[in-house]
């Protein structure tokens, strides 16, 4: 289990990259790192930012680095596949959603960038296969929002 | 094409295609506050560089990529106007701010004359400027839905689950746009405005195809008249109710879109194609305008008038609340 105090670092780090604060979300999120460098979470949210940034080397870098702390964690795999698929490396990034998705198949971004790299692999029919999934997921997502959004 | 989201191949290759047509950069970002159809800020209309689309970030998938996709086909659509330099929006200007409000005031009156609880003088004042304001915004959007979504999904088929799903959705909303306002909104508008949703949303359910957008179906308060026989719905008391109505008249307005929507949606998809579709948009919109007997509300100018027009809104509005009630409402 990551140490307390990081965690609440972490979820101070989320308010900032909410806020798209990223320089103090970066901040908050080394803190984290310094007091338990063994916080996958920690490393993970890093990732999150390169990611949104648009710097998916970085983002790849540091998605490996949480998942060396803790080789199970699904969000990470999902990551890692969408900076794959980003720098098209479409097999990796198949690969890494694969895994994503064995440890949790409900997540639709996992689902989506299955789908669109098997569309690049050439592998149309699968691609439709993950895509439907994806949207399924999406769907009973969007439908929970609105149902929150207009009480309905 | 700019921005750091993954997207599917078909969508991204419509993307490179707009570009090329268009001769543009479009860069494509995730917003959580973007309206839930996103938001186009085109070169066309707005003072900028590139062509932006904006989506809302919690759609990560195949939405993502509709909504991406439905914007790219108005850009297309906007674009190929402005090249002939003929992209022209609704605007208005004071005659045809004085021309709505007394139409809608005049309507206004014959439905209180009928009601038992009159509405407060002062609030049916307030509700012209903003009844009129509601239909120019409407008329301004709805005649671009038909055409945009034919197109995507002529193009684009792999998404047409994605499509069915948001139009559902789309049109549901739309349906409870001005519910609330039921009694307060002249039976006339409150008709008009159902009924071009309704139109649209069976247009799209034949051209689609998909049932699930019948509107009798979908639409809570239409479940009724689904089925019912003509020789029913004229000789019961269904005649009398707003949503009755908006059916018979949802139904007329199903065939102004047939007949002012013609395209050969598979033809090489160029410049003039696109040309094409913006003309059929003007010509559908000059065309609900006329069976709504209100093609003096608006004008046909560019962008920047209906800017200009929007800032001047409220002088209008005096202006015109002057020439219908004089003196009395100083």
Aim: net charge neutral.
């Amino acid at each position: 289990m990551p140490d307390k105090e990081a965690l609440a670092w972490i979820q101070k780090g989320r308010a900032y990259a909410g806020k798209k604060r990223f320089k103090d979300a970066l901040r908050a999120y080394d803190k984290a790192i310094a007091l338990d460098p063994a916080c996958a979470p920690g490393w993970f949210a890093k990732a999150e930012i390169a990611a949104e940034q648009g710097d998916f080397d970085e983002a790849l870098a540091l998605c490996d680095k949480a998942l060396a702390r803790d080789p199970n964690y699904a969000d990470a795999w999902s990551k890692k596949g969408l900076c794959l698929f980003s720098l098209d490396r479409f097999e990796e990034a198949l690969a890494a959603c694969t895994r994503a998705l064995a440890l949790n198949g409900n997540d639709p971004t996992a689902w989506y960038i299955k789908g669109v790299s098997l569309d690049e692999l050439g592998r149309p029919v699968e691609a439709q296969e993950a895509f439907g999934k994806s949207l399924e997921l999406e769907i009973i997502t969007d439908m929970e929002a609105e149902k929150k959004r207009t009480g309905r | 094409m700019k921005g750091n989201i993954p997207i599917a191949k078909p969508v991204r290759k419509f993307v490179f295609h707009a570009e090329e047509i268009l001769d543009t950069q479009i860069v494509i970002t995730r917003d959580k506050d973007a309206p839930l159809a996103g938001s186009l800020i085109d070169k066309f209309t707005y003072p900028v560089e590139n062509d932006y689309i904006v989506f809302p970030a919690h759609y990560i998938g195949l939405i993502k990529d509709f909504i991406i996709a439905k914007q790219v086909m108005t850009l297309l659509v906007k674009g190929a106007a402005a090249k002939r330099k003929e992209y022209r929006v609704l605007s208005f200007n004071e005659d045809c701010v004085y021309n709505g409000l007394r139409q809608i005031y005049l309507d206004a009156l014959k439905d209180e004359a009928k009601k038992e609880k009159k509405l407060p003088v002062n609030k049916l004042i307030e509700m012209l400027f903003i009844l009129y304001l509601q239909f120019h915004e409407d008329l301004n959007e709805l005649p671009w839905n038909p055409v945009t979504n034919t197109g995507v999904y002529m193009r684009l088929p792999k998404i047409r689950k994605t499509q069915l799903y948001y139009l559902m959705k789309e049109g549901k909303e739309d349906m409870d746009e001005m519910i609330e306002q039921m009694d307060i909104v002249p039976r006339r508008y409150f008709v008009l405005s159902k009924a071009m949703f309704y139109a649209r949303d069976y247009f799209l359910a034949k051209t689609l195809p998909a049932d699930e957008l019948m509107p009798v179906i979908n639409i809570p308060q239409m479940k009724k008249f689904n089925h019912l026989e003509v020789k029913e719905m004229l000789t019961t008391r269904w005649t009398q109710t707003a949503w009755y109505q908006s059916k018979v008249f949802g139904d007329s307005m199903l065939t102004i879109m047939d007949s002012s929507i013609v395209n050969d949606w598979k033809a090489e998809p160029d410049l003039d194609y696109y040309y094409n579709l913006y003309r059929i948009t003007r010509r559908l919109t000059d065309n609900l305008l006329s069976y709504m007997t209100m093609s003096d509300w608006f004008v046909w100018e560019p962008f920047k008038h209906m800017q200009d027009s929007l800032q001047k809104k409220n002088e209008y509005e005096q202006k015109a609340l002057q020439r219908i009630f004089g003196d009395l409402i100083l």
